[in-house]
């Protein structure tokens, strides 16, 4: 059971999530999609990525056995729950599968806790924060309320609510990116400050339980469509420039050198498309270490901030087709 696509709030497939029913805001939080389960064949918990299972011969791997960026949430869970209690709901429920976050960094600084993630031992902050619960007997997610009462029970944390109300209350153009739970904003910050002096939250994910809706809202500067406001020569400019920086800096032969250096160092057990959590930042790394000096002198650069961001994108599309290629192959 994977978790479906959340798509932005405005996309067909969120019509009339603010019609009728209750509807709740969450923070959105920048971690990885982690899913977990009771597996009644091993009595013990498997655990996975959005993609992947964690398995071996149809059985839970072993902790060293599963992608190194994960265990940190995989013990989190195995020290926070009981077992027993855990068997006993598969017992009244049928099997459920919990999705949540598993909180390491990617793209924010969290001020809630130093590297890479949360510290298993201290249990200030979480490693795993959850967001629903499917049941697989009824075939549905569980309602929020349900979804907090469950986890509640297992002695897991949620992700935190931003607001909670009828659906017709809301606005579409009036839901705003909230403070993060997790990060201080500068208390001299004002409207016009930028996205990380506020400690906004990466964004919003609206559930409506009674439509079995789900929306997001995230702030501009994750947000690829707010380009829809710039202007057309702004719009080609950036893209023109992200093209060149591509062609001249990232070749496919940089991003297969960093992904089997992921491999090599320990990060990853072998070629898979969760690297993508790491793959391109460290491409980019690679070529401003290799060629920072050129890059600083290339008059055809025109390095704005949409010029950045578009680089980023594009990086990261590239980054996704090579890796793509690279499993092909060793498979």
């Not at 729950?81 to 017992?91: A, C, I, S």
């Not at 420039?241 to 990853?268: I, M, P, S, W």
Request: proline letters at 4%; a negative charge.
């Amino acid at each position: 059971m994977r978790y479906p696509t959340i798509h932005p709030l405005g996309h067909r497939d969120t019509d009339g999530i603010l019609s009728v029913g209750e509807v709740v805001l969450l923070e959105k939080i920048d971690g990885a999609n982690f899913r977990w389960t009771y597996d009644p064949n091993s009595g013990s918990l498997l655990f996975g990525s959005r993609r992947h299972l964690f398995k071996e011969y149809d059985e839970p791997a072993p902790i060293d056995r599963i992608n190194k960026q994960f265990r940190h949430a995989v013990k989190y869970i195995e020290n926070s729950v009981d077992e027993d209690e855990v068997e006993t709901l598969h017992e009244e429920e049928g099997r459920l599968w919990f999705f949540g976050e598993a909180l390491h960094k990617h793209s924010l600084d969290y001020d809630a806790w130093d590297g890479k993630h949360p510290n298993i031992s201290d249990n200030t902050v979480p490693n795993f924060l959850g967001f629903d619960v499917y049941s697989e007997a009824n075939d549905a997610f569980l309602s929020h309320d349900e979804v907090v009462a469950v986890y509640e029970r297992l002695g897991l944390d949620t992700v935190p609510v931003f607001e909670k109300g009828e659906a017709d209350e809301f606005e579409m153009d009036d839901i705003e990116v909230h403070e993060s739970v997790y990060r201080d904003p500068d208390p001299d910050a004002d409207d016009e400050d930028d996205f990380n002096r506020k400690g906004l939250a990466e964004g919003v994910v609206i559930k409506n339980d009674s439509l079995d809706l789900r929306a997001k809202v995230v702030a501009e500067e994750f947000d690829e469509t707010k380009w829809s406001a710039k202007t057309p020569e702004e719009v080609t400019t950036a893209r023109k420039t992200a093209g060149l920086f591509l062609n001249k800096f990232v070749t496919d032969a940089r991003v297969q050198k960093q992904a089997h250096k992921l491999v090599d160092e320990g990060y990853y057990d072998g070629l898979e498309m969760p690297m993508m959590g790491d793959l391109p930042r460290r491409v980019a790394s690679d070529v401003f270490a290799e060629q920072g000096w050129a890059i600083l002198n290339d008059d055809e650069l025109e390095l704005t901030k949409m010029a950045k961001d578009e680089i980023r994108s594009q990086l990261s599309r590239r980054c996704s087709r090579v890796l793509q290629q690279m499993i092909q192959a060793s498979e």
